[in-house]
């Protein structure tokens, strides 16, 4: 990705949500089977793995699961990758928080969009964080175009 933030009018940010949210939902389907595997293999070794390393040691079975995991792992960032490249900002991979700079009367922010929403309907500024998060519709006029 580019070091220069590519900053979006609504218009083109609601435009890319359609790809947005199907990659989102994917990604979180992937996390979850993540998160269930990785359950698995702690089910299998009595352990909670701190990495996903294939030991020589390891049976072939848990070497087979290790292996499995770690090309998942690889699909996962790859798919936050894609994310990326389209100028979005993920800010949190677990609810599928994806955040798009923009500016308002020449103020940079962030138009804020969280997976299960229909449309990007809130923005913050860049400090504010989720928790700061105000809707649109009193600022719609004074976006960036």
């Known amino acids: 990705m580019s070091s220069q ?3 979006f009018t609504l218009e083109e940010a609601s435009a890319l949500l359609p790809s ?11 996390r979850s089977a993540l998160e269930l595997m ?18 020589p040691d390891d049976p072939d079975d848990i070497k087979a699961m290790k ?6 792992i690889e699909e996962y960032q790859r798919g936050w990758n894609e994310l990326e ?16 700079y923009s ?13 299960g929403e ?7 500024d860049l400090e504010a964080g989720v928790a700061g998060r105000k809707p649109l519709a009193a600022v719609r006029k004074r976006l960036y175009n």
């Open 67 to 72: 292996r499995d995991i770690t090309r998942r």
């Open 20 to 30: 947005v949210k199907s990659l989102v939902g994917r990604q979180l389907e992937r």
């Open 85 to 100: 490249d389209l100028g979005a900002v993920l800010k949190d991979a677990r609810t599928g928080l994806i955040d798009f």
């Open 103 to 115: 500016k308002i009367e020449g103020r940079t922010v962030f138009l804020c969009w969280k997976h």
């Open 5 to 7: 933030p590519r900053f």
């Open 38 to 55: 990785l359950s698995q293999l702690a089910l299998k070794t009595g352990t909670p793995p701190e990495t996903v390393v294939e030991n």
């Open 118 to 124: 229909d449309a990007i309907e809130h923005y913050h």
